[in-house]
C-alpha cells in the first residue's frame, strides 16, 4: 500500500499541520481516510467553531466534535440549541434573537467564562439583561459583553462593567442610555438598571452615558450596589453637565465607594473659572481630571488619561 507524503511525518506535525484547519473542513477532507488519521483528528480538543448560517449544523461530522468546541461564534439569528455545546468556555452572538436569547437561558453551560451579545433593539436588550442578572446557570461566568448601540466609537471606547455572581468580574455594556441629568423621571421601568442585586465581586465599572436615561440617583443606586470598587469611569461625549451635577457624583463617590482609588472620566460641563479650579477639592481621586475649553469657552471638557 503506497502512503501518501503526509502520513510519513509523525503524529504531532500531523496534529500541528490540522491546527490550522477548520474543524469542518478538516473532518470533511480527512475523516475517514485510515484509523491513523481517524485517531489523530479526533485527539483535537478544545476547538474553535462559528457558525454563519443554520444549515451548517447539518455536516454529517457534526455530532463527532461537538462536544470538543470551547469557543463558539453564532452569525446568525436562527434558533440554535445550545445544549450541544455543554462544554463551551467562550460564546459569542453577534446577531442575538429572541429565539437565541431564551435558548440560552434554558441552558446550564457549567464551564462557560466568556459570553458577548452583540447589537440587539432596546427592548430586547433590557429584557436580556435583567435575565442575565438574575440567570444562576453559568456559575464559571468572568466577563459579559453587550454591545447596545451600532456605534463604532462606542463600542471601542465606552463600556460599562456589571456582575451577577460571586465569579463574575466584567461585564461590558457599550452606549448604554446613562445620563448625569438630575431628574428623577427620566426612564421607563423596562430600562431602568437599578436592580436590588449586590455585586460585592466587583472591582472596576465604567459606564457610556448618552443623552437620555437614568438619573444621577440611580446611578447612586448602582454604586450602593457595588460596595468595593477599585476604579470607576463614567464618560459622556453628547450631553454637557451642570457643576451641581459634578458636585452630587463626588458627594455619590465619598459616600458609596469607600476603596475608590482610580476615577477616569471623559465628560463635559458648563462652570465658571472658580468652579473648574475647585474640582480637585470635590473628591480626592479627582486630582487627576484635567479640562479643556471648547465652543469658545462655553463648555468645559473633563477627562482623565
Keep these: 500500500m503506497i502512503r501518501s507524503t503526509l502520513e510519513l511525518f509523525p503524529d504531532e506535525l500531523i496534529l500541528d499541520i490540522f491546527e490550522y484547519f477548520d474543524i469542518r473542513d478538516l473532518y470533511q477532507s480527512f475523516y475517514g481516510l485510515n484509523s491513523r488519521l481517524n485517531a489523530i483528528i479526533r485527539s483535537r480538543k478544545k476547538l474553535s467553531l ?6 451548517e449544523m447539518n455536516d454529517p461530522y457534526f455530532n463527532l466534535y461537538t462536544r470538543h468546541i470551547v469557543n463558539l461564534i453564532i452569525d446568525h439569528s436562527s ?13 459569542i452572538l453577534y446577531s442575538p434573537s429572541k429565539d437565541q436569547l431564551e435558548q440560552i437561558y434554558l441552558c446550564k453551560l457549567p464551564y462557560l467564562i466568556h459570553l458577548e451579545f452583540g447589537i440587539m433593539s432596546d427592548t430586547l436588550f433590557y429584557r436580556n439583561f435583567y435575565e442575565f442578572l438574575h440567570c444562576e446557570r453559568f456559575p464559571s461566568l468572568q466577563t459579559c459583553i453587550f454591545h447596545h448601540e451600532d456605534n ?21 455594556l457599550s452606549s448604554i442610555d446613562l445620563s448625569l441629568c438630575s431628574d428623577i423621571d427620566l426612564h421607563t421601568d423596562e430600562k431602568s438598571l437599578s436592580i436590588d442585586v ?5 472591582k472596576r465599572f465604567d459606564i457610556c452615558c448618552v443623552s437620555a436615561g437614568p438619573s444621577i440617583l440611580d446611578i447612586d443606586h448602582l454604586l450602593v450596589q457595588t460596595p468595593n470598587l477599585e476604579r470607576f469611569k463614567i464618560a459622556s461625549s453628547e450631553v454637557c453637565h451642570s457643576y451641581e451635577c459634578l458636585q452630587q457624583l463626588a458627594s455619590i463617590l465619598q459616600r458609596r465607594l469607600i476603596h475608590l482609588h482610580r476615577f477616569d472620566c471623559e465628560l463635559q460641563f458648563v462652570m465658571s473659572t472658580e468652579e473648574i479650579h475647585n474640582i480637585h477639592q470635590l473628591h480626592p ?11 469658545g469657552g462655553r463648555c468645559v471638557r473633563l477627562y482623565t488619561e
Excluded at 50 to 55: E, H, I, V, Y
Excluded at 79 to 91: A, G, K, R, V
Design 285 to 295: 481621586c479627582f486630582n487627576r481630571i484635567q479640562y479643556e475649553l471648547k465652543y
Design 152 to 172: 463604532p466609537v462606542s463600542l471601542n471606547r465606552y463600556r460599562q462593567i456589571w456582575s451577577n455572581t460571586s465569579t463574575l468580574r466584567t461585564v461590558w
Design 79 to 91: 434558533f440554535i440549541d445550545f445544549q450541544l455545546f455543554s462544554y463551551l468556555h467562550s460564546l
Design 50 to 55: 462559528k457558525l454563519s448560517t443554520p444549515d
Design 198 to 202: 449586590m455585586h460585592l465581586s466587583l
